[in-house]
């Protein structure tokens, strides 16, 4: 008897015995397994996924130094703040101003210098505040500094605002009211430094100078470096300068610390406040 031919198209016959390799199912995703590979283990799939394998990068000799070699490549870091000249040594001398403290600072002094140190205190970007009896004398620094930018505002006495500082906005409020500063209304707070101006070392200026964390001292009279000697405890062999010293030095001291310093102005400065000088 013969049988039908197949009518199955050549080579898709299937031989007797064998087991498809994949069979679709409903919930088939597409993916066909690999058959016969043999699962990895676990520490090897660690391996392969772990983060520093893979491809090797270019491979060069480390930077190394001696122990001698490293002062070649050191860096001097010093205080931030406001750079007010230089100390006998040629040393920058730096005055922090903008501090997460309250910080009280007296000048007896000129109007020179505490321009410029309100100058270079809207140079590191504190904002200035003026208090002063004598405005005509601070306008035209207020009205050049910034670069157009309101940066030094003048106010009259006893009529200063609260500054709202912050330590991405630090104040600087310079106190220009004579002899006898009238008890201020903003006073000093974390990141708003207060700075007395006192022309002389007067009756009243023993009271300043014993609040103050930092004072600066210009040429005095020898009669007036004994009340500072009295208050401050400044030794001997400096208080002997302070009657001598040149119109662009001064005397920077705390309880513990004292350090001559030279302000030297800049070009700009100069042009704007003229030369140093000790009486306006």
Request: aromatic share 4%; glycine share 10%; hydrophobic share 40%.
């Amino acid at each position: 008897m013969s049988h039908p031919a197949s009518t199955m198209p050549p080579g898709q016959g299937r031989a007797p015995g064998r087991t498809p390799a994949h069979v679709a199912s409903p919930t088939d995703t597409g993916m066909i397994p690999i058959i016969g590979r043999q699962p990895e283990a676990p520490q090897q799939q660690r391996r392969i996924f772990s983060p520093g394998f893979g491809l090797r990068g270019p491979r060069r000799n480390r930077h190394v130094v001696t122990v001698d070699e490293l002062a070649a490549i050191s860096m001097p870091i010093g205080d931030d703040g406001v750079l007010i000249g230089t100390d006998p040594e040629s040393q920058p001398a730096v005055l922090g101003l903008s501090r997460p403290t309250a910080f009280d600072v007296v000048l007896v002094g000129g109007l020179w210098l505490a321009q410029v140190l309100a100058l270079r205190a809207a140079a590191t970007g504190a904002r200035v505040g003026v208090e002063t009896g004598r405005p005509q004398a601070w306008q035209q620094l207020a009205q050049a500094a910034g670069g157009g930018q309101q940066c030094v505002t003048v106010y009259p006495v006893g009529r200063v605002p609260a500054q709202g500082p912050s330590v991405s906005s630090p104040v600087v409020l310079i106190r220009d009211c004579g002899i006898r500063p009238p008890r201020g209304r903003v006073t000093s707070v974390p990141w708003q430094a207060v700075v007395t101006v006192l022309p002389f070392v007067s009756e009243h200026a023993p009271r300043w100078l014993s609040q103050a964390h930092l004072v600066g001292i210009q040429r005095i009279s020898p009669y007036e470096t004994e009340a500072v000697r009295d208050t401050l405890g400044i030794p001997e062999e400096q208080l002997q300068h302070l009657p001598t010293l040149h119109d662009g030095v001064a005397l920077w001291c705390t309880r513990k610390h004292q350090k001559f310093v030279m302000t030297e102005p800049t070009d700009a400065e100069t042009g704007l406040l003229g030369v140093a000088r000790r009486m306006d």
